[in-house]
């Protein structure tokens, strides 16, 4: 077999549809590039349309589908719609990735309750709704597919400084776990991805010269990661030829930050 073959076989997605919820933003956008470059017909889903038209550009460019549907993640009627309008276009749905987020620097005792409900609307309802409407669609399907929920290394440890979101992820991690659980029999495999630190936009809100210097000295590989090193993860958890037993699993990509102690 030639070393092509091979590997398109392994991490190819030729002839899948991928649907990735918070396609519009730096971390998502990147994996749904490297999802249509690996041959998935990719579905962008946020609020932002010129922000997914220089993404499906750029998917262009580079020989592959894309397009974009417009929905707030932590509406069900929204996703509903979204679901809907992929099998009436598409004709199917293989991978889904949950990774609409927001984040908020506010002390802890400051935080009010509406900003705690937004941040858990954004991180933890969208994820359970995605979960839910699609999670029914591929497990009805008899098909199965892939579910990649986004989710974080301070769903793991506990950082400061980022409270509510510290919690919504941790559940995003509970979540997932569960719903491996369940849907293992309908060969609907359910993973969370777990970024380190990536100058996301909503990380960006938390970052001040001294918390860098924090985190990169927590950070063995003493950097940041760049958005097109979360794809290959991304890869092996949505093909078939890689993923077909890896379910329930937290993948982290994060520098070695994890496994650092003291």
């Not at 220089?54 to 262009?60: F, H, P, Q, S, W």
């Not at 199965?144 to 510290?166: D, K």
């Not at 960006?204 to 290959?232: C, Q, Y």
Request: net charge neutral; charged share 20%.
């Amino acid at each position: 077999m030639k070393t092509e073959t091979y590997l398109a076989n392994l991490f190819g997605l030729t002839g899948k549809v991928a649907v990735v919820i918070g396609g519009t933003g730096e971390l998502c956008g990147a994996i749904a590039q490297g999802f249509a470059a690996a041959g998935a017909e990719v579905v962008l889903v946020g609020r932002n349309p010129e922000k997914a038209q220089v993404r499906i550009k750029a998917i262009e460019e580079i020989g592959g589908k894309a397009w974009f549907h417009a929905a707030e993640a932590p509406s069900k009627a929204d996703l509903e719609g979204l679901l809907a309008a992929v099998l009436a276009r598409s004709g199917r749905v293989d991978v889904v990735v949950n990774g609409a987020g927001t984040n908020s620097p506010t002390p802890f005792l400051d935080i009010k309750e509406d900003e705690f409900e937004r941040i858990l609307d954004v991180n933890l309802k969208s994820v359970f709704l995605g979960c839910q409407v699609f999670g029914r669609h591929l497990t009805e399907s008899g098909k199965g597919g892939s579910i990649i929920n986004l989710g974080s290394m301070s769903g793991i440890v506990p950082l400061s400084r980022v409270f509510t979101y510290s919690a919504s992820k941790a559940a995003v991690h509970n979540l997932s776990k569960n719903l491996a659980r369940e849907w293992a029999p309908h060969k609907v495999r359910v993973n969370t991805l777990v970024p380190g630190f990536f100058p996301a936009e909503q990380n960006r809100k938390v970052l001040n010269p001294d918390r860098v210097k924090s985190i990169l000295g927590h950070t063995p590989m003493g950097r940041f990661g760049s958005a097109a090193e979360l794809v290959g993860a991304a890869l092996l958890l949505a093909a078939e030829g890689s993923g077909s037993f890896i379910t329930g699993t937290e993948l982290v990509v994060d520098g070695g930050y994890n496994s650092m102690s003291i």
